[in-house]
């Protein structure tokens, strides 16, 4: 989010991942154009939920990453049905195992108008 407000973005609405809140991510607009981001991190083997933080997850990272990026295209997807005068977006943190999902559905996603914008580790965004 900070990217976007560095580069004039309003921010209009964040979900509070922290409650598990439904819905779009981030809403945001600029010069009369909203987006819609679904945000999605990358797997660890650990929990985040403190209770549960010394197990380990029986899921492979690399598997529930293709879980949450299948995820994160369905729900663009919704948004580009929802409200199609927005930019639908998924951001995703710039690890190899993303960028092969990607590259796997990148026309689809071309196709459909949903955008894949790349977070780098500093919170840099690439939006090409």
Do not use: C
Request: charged letters at 25%.
């Amino acid at each position: 989010m900070t990217a976007l407000a560095v580069d004039g973005w309003r921010i209009v609405s964040v979900a509070n991942t922290a409650t598990k809140e439904h819905g779009i991510d981030v809403i945001a607009d600029h010069e009369g154009q909203t987006v819609g981001i679904e945000v999605k991190g990358f797997p660890s083997r650990q929990y985040a939920d403190p209770a549960r933080r010394i197990e380990t997850k029986r899921t492979n990272p690399s598997t529930q990453a293709a879980h949450w990026y299948a995820q994160a295209v369905l729900a663009a997807m919704r948004l580009r049905g929802k409200e199609p005068t927005w930019r639908s977006v998924i951001a995703l943190p710039d690890f190899r195992r993303y960028r092969d999902l990607h590259a796997e559905t990148v026309g689809s996603l071309s196709a459909a108008q949903i955008d894949v914008w790349w977070v780098n580790q500093v919170g840099e965004v690439d939006r090409n």
